[in-house]
């Protein structure tokens, strides 16, 4: 019989509105080179290695939750508004590692390499990322007893850098996910990647000790999810849509090998240890999530869906074309948009342009989650065509788009437009 949370949630599909607490995930796994009992293990510890052979995050706690049951499926992603996403994890072993609630640079943890800044305050964070999936597998087919990925003897030169099929991913430059399961730097033979900041989309907090101080047994730790983040919503909305949500904890909590020079055999340290699901002590990881599908319904006719209407104004008195947050946009934009209509900061607006030292437009504008965009030039503000250029993501919730020079060749026009376009659902 389902957990009678399970059946409170299940009933409200036929709403808009959701809310979720689920107490129990439908899987969850210790993602560690030599966990060879994956689907029965009690405890799942986070720690990192600086063995070569090792990804720095080596073992890592992945965790999953099918909400097919719970919350309409495929609805498109810009469909599903969220409010809050929230994962809570227990404690296992009384003071084991020092509760760190702030984010550390990766140089914090590069000792006796160049560029190396030692850290201003004690212990490590515990960081909560998305999960991406190589070997063929997906959300839907990778399960808690599912191939790791390759792995190399023990005393190999290589193990298991950036090769387990199951990972914790932030997004790069590009806007595609990037594995962070060896931002720190590690370097062999199989690895020569420069290090890069990981971007949390979480960090464990706890009421049960302060920061500096040693966790005791069975604290909580929440991870609130940075909903203020364009691309990690998108992540959230796709997984919602697909009914599969996957996260990923891991900490870089240093752990120390027994044997002598890092050969294998087992390690201590001062890391945190999880309670699963197959716990019989200590609860389980528990997600609690808000938010509205919206649905088709327009009762009042107004070009606004009933339930876009109730998720920011909490009520359908509000028109297509008022602006309330006086932003120059109009709901129905905003809505088309899929910018917050109660937030003048939030609007699809350039907020820079530019040529840069070769004579290529450069243009910043802030995104939407689950949006495309396409930049279109014009001479004359009437014909408007795609512009050739390339799209990166320099920091949480910008775009910048390059382009190439509008006075290349042989004909310059006297002047150039550009615009940029959102290609609403």
Not at 10 to 19: H, I, K, N, P, Y
Not at 82 to 106: E, G, H, K, M, N
Not at 111 to 130: F, I, S
Not at 322 to 337: I, K, V
Request: aromatic residues 12%.
């Amino acid at each position: 019989m389902l957990p009678l949370v399970w059946l409170l949630a299940a009933l409200r599909l036929c709403a808009g509105e959701f809310t979720l607490d689920v107490p129990t995930p439908t899987l969850d796994r210790w993602m560690y080179p030599f966990n060879f009992e994956p689907a029965t293990r009690p405890v799942a510890p986070t720690f990192a290695s600086f063995d070569p052979r090792f990804d720095t995050r080596d073992a890592q706690f992945f965790i999953g939750w099918d909400t097919d049951t719970l919350v309409t499926t495929n609805r498109h992603p810009v469909n599903y508004l969220l409010r809050r996403v929230r994962l809570s994890l227990t404690i296992t072993a009384d003071q084991a590692f020092v509760y760190d609630p702030t984010y550390d640079s990766y140089v914090t943890y590069m000792t006796n390499q160049p560029g190396y800044v030692p850290d201003t305050d004690a212990g490590r964070p515990v960081e909560l990322y998305g999960a991406a999936f190589r070997g063929g597998f997906t959300a839907a087919t990778y399960t808690e007893t599912s191939s790791y990925g390759p792995l190399g003897p023990v005393a190999g030169d290589t193990i298991s850098i950036a090769t387990r099929n199951a990972y914790p991913v932030m997004f790069g430059p590009d806007g595609q996910p990037l594995d962070v399961s060896n931002n720190v730097g590690q370097q062999n033979a199989a690895w020569t990647n420069a290090p890069f900041e990981a971007r949390p989309w979480a960090i464990g907090q706890t009421t049960n000790a302060a920061p500096g101080d040693p966790v005791p047994e069975d604290s909580k730790f929440t991870f609130d999810v940075d909903l203020t983040d364009p691309l990690v919503v998108g992540y959230l909305q796709q997984a919602l849509d697909q009914g599969k949500l996957r996260l990923v904890v891991n900490s870089l909590s240093p752990a120390v090998q027994i044997t002598p020079g890092g050969t294998g055999g087992g390690g201590v340290g001062n890391y945190p240890q999880w309670s699963t699901r197959k716990n019989l002590v200590y609860d389980a990881p528990r997600l609690e999530l808000t938010g509205t599908v919206i649905t088709d319904a327009d009762t009042d006719q107004d070009g606004l869906p009933d339930d876009w209407e109730r998720f920011w104004f909490g009520d359908l008195s509000a028109t297509a074309d008022g602006d309330p947050d006086g932003d120059g946009q109009s709901n129905r934009a905003e809505f088309l948009a899929g910018t917050d209509p109660t937030n003048a900061a939030s609007a699809l607006r350039v907020l820079s342009s530019r040529f840069d030292a070769d004579g290529n437009a450069v243009l910043r504008f802030p995104i939407a989650p689950s949006r495309t965009y396409r930049i279109e030039t014009s001479v004359d503000l009437t014909s408007w065509n795609a512009a050739a250029g390339q799209l990166t993501y320099p920091e949480k919730g910008i775009a910048e788009w390059t382009g190439l020079s509008p006075f290349a060749g042989p004909l310059r026009p006297p002047t150039g437009f550009y615009r940029v376009v959102v290609d609403a659902p």
